[in-house]
């Protein structure tokens, strides 16, 4: 048969035309609630954009799972994709849904069957954590539930009611009884004690009589004898010119006069001729000092104001005011004006000086408690220590950084340190005497080492010497800290008896294995240098492991090694590099982990403040919770800490269900990662998980991520949830964690 000639061959409708008024179609449908057109279009679509949007305005479950049926084992796999997909999410919120209300109903019969329990110990607790557990969910369940649930708890809560009134009453019947009892004992008790303290008042009182009355009379008569006695005094004094002393012993006339009786008329004329005097005396002592007083308050005055130092400013104005006392002395004239403006002036001068000495009294109650924390951070060190074996280094760090920040922390208040500043000089003398002890003995061994050395450089046989000195050395390097003072005496004398050695050595050698035996000695020192950096540990190995670079450089630059020793110390030095690296990737990836792990207990506190956002707790609350939480987000990975502080941010993400369903996930995806068991509970829901993922991966195995720092920041958005549950679950995923690093 021919071919079909361009012409004649027949023409089909248009795509475009076609997909069009499929399009419009679909709409039609979707306006018309036509789910039968809909589903047409799923199957029969011309086009799969046509096919994949109906499939996406399916909403109605058993159509889905018929659709799912046509559609399975079809070409258009996309359609099919869309579909499961729904399926899987329906699927997922019913069971949500039917968990929710098998919660609901547990919570109901649990506070059902506790209501009509009999009360014991473990009631109220275990009322309270029925009625948590209610509340979770009891915004899911129908109002005949909540009802009838509430009930329960009114009975439940009744059931502690009757129980405390019985225990009120048992108690106060109690009480009555034994407080009948004591108030008749104490009646009795009471009658006895009251005649015999009557007889003892009346003989007590027959007895005070008499002796008061003895008493007064010999009081008044030693008074007046002191009263003769000091007016004797004040003549004299006034008659030697000294009207002070005068001054005063009239003040103490006056004291005895108020107790004493009535003067005889000698007393009486020689006390007013010494008032007369000294009335003279005051007038004219007033008389002179008017003018300094005059002075004194001019200068106090001047001083409101000045732009003197508040030291020298307050030194200014007690020198005037100890000034004032001493011409105020004696003084007989009325002088309260001129005191209440020469005080007033004091006090306004004095005002940048009480600031000032405010400021340094807060000063020094900072420092005061700086000293004090500083103190509790020293005592918990060295309970700390095990004193058995200690680390002298860190002994010997902790014990100076503390006294170089007890002296930075001052000045202080001598009287309010005094305590704190014995205390302190006890724990650091005590420190300074454990440290004193290992001083002794290391210098001791060391000075051991020292004569050891000595008796080596005197040997015949150079060799062995030379073995012996080095283990010397090594041994050296294993004794413990010695006093600053003393450590480069010990080491430049050991030295000194080492290179006494070496040199008779080099004399005996040429200087070609002179030079090979320094290459060697230079190369065992770099293994050894390589080898204590790999033996450290935290901060001090990666610090160590700056040098690394450097150190290689020199040990490669050595030009000559002996034959019989250079392949032993090549091998060395690389073992020794090898564990350095190794150490610094294990050591950086404990340190990630840690970071990992603050993060997640930083996830917790800002967990609890979203938390609270979601159920609209009071505004101190909420305030307490979101300063801790942004405390929490100071250190940790980068993209995990930004992460967190946007969920911080976002506070109000409250599906309290579906961020629990979030995280139970993360646990299972964390448990299949590193091939941990999955609690009972949770066993569908990782298969089900298992089976999406196997759809999804298609045999590809698992993808990135589902690596551990994938899987942490999914952790770090999810929203919030109950705190028993939350807690619950983070266990979970950090034993996790730690068996994913176990296995690194």
Known sequence: MPPMSKASTPTGPDPALLAAQEEQALQAALAGNDHAAVARLVIEGSSTKIRQQAAEAVEDPEQIRELIRIARGGKDNSVYKILTRKRDVLLAHERELEQQQAEIAAAAAALEKHSHRAFDPLFTPTLEQFESRWQAVAAHAAPDVVRKTQESIDRAREVIAQHLRHIAAEA?????????????????????????????????????ERKAKADKHEAEAHALRQIGGLLRKAQAALASGSSKSASGLRRAIEEKLAVAPPLPAQLT??????????QELKDWKSFSVAPKRADLIERMEALVGATMHPTALAGEIKSLQEQ?????KGAGEDV???????????????LPCREFFAGQDRIKQENLQQRSALFDRLAAFESRQNWEQPEWRTVITALREAKQLW??????????????QGKFNELTGSLQT????EYSSNVKEKKMLIERARKLSESSDTRQAIDEVKRLQETWKTVGPVPREDDNKLWEAFRQQCDALFQKRQQEFSSHNEALQASKA??????EQVEQIAGLVDR???????????????????????????????????????RCQRAVSEQHARDAEQGWLGLLDAANQVRAYRLAVVRQADAAELDTLKQAAEASLTTGPKRGLDVLKKAFANAGDGDLVANESALRTLCIRAEILTDSPTPASDQTLRREYQVQRLMKSMGQGVKADDGPEALALEWLAVGPTEEATYLQLLERFKVSRSKRAERR
């Open 172 to 208: 106060a019947r109690e009480l009555a009884a034994s407080n009948a009892a004591a108030v008749a004992q104490k009646q009795r008790e009471q009658d006895e004690q009251t005649a015999a303290t009557a007889a003892a008042e009346r003989a007590q009182v027959r007895e005070d």
């Open 269 to 278: 004329k020689q006390l007013h001729q010494l008032d007369e005097k000294l």
């Open 324 to 328: 004032w006392r001493t011409l105020s």
């Open 336 to 350: 309260e004006a001129d005191w209440q403006r020469f005080h007033t002036a004091a006090e306004q001068a004095y």
């Open 407 to 420: 002296r930075e922390h001052s000045p202080v208040d001598v009287d309010a340190a005094k305590e704190l």
């Open 434 to 437: 454990r440290l004193d002890a």
């Open 522 to 527: 230079q190369a065992v020192g770099l293994c």
């Open 540 to 578: 001090e190995l990666l610090e160590g492991a700056k040098q690394l670079p450097e150190l290689r450089d020199t040990f490669e630059a050595i030009e000559e090694l002996p034959r019989a020793d250079a392949r032993q110390l090549h091998s060395r030095f690389e073992r020794a590099f090898d």
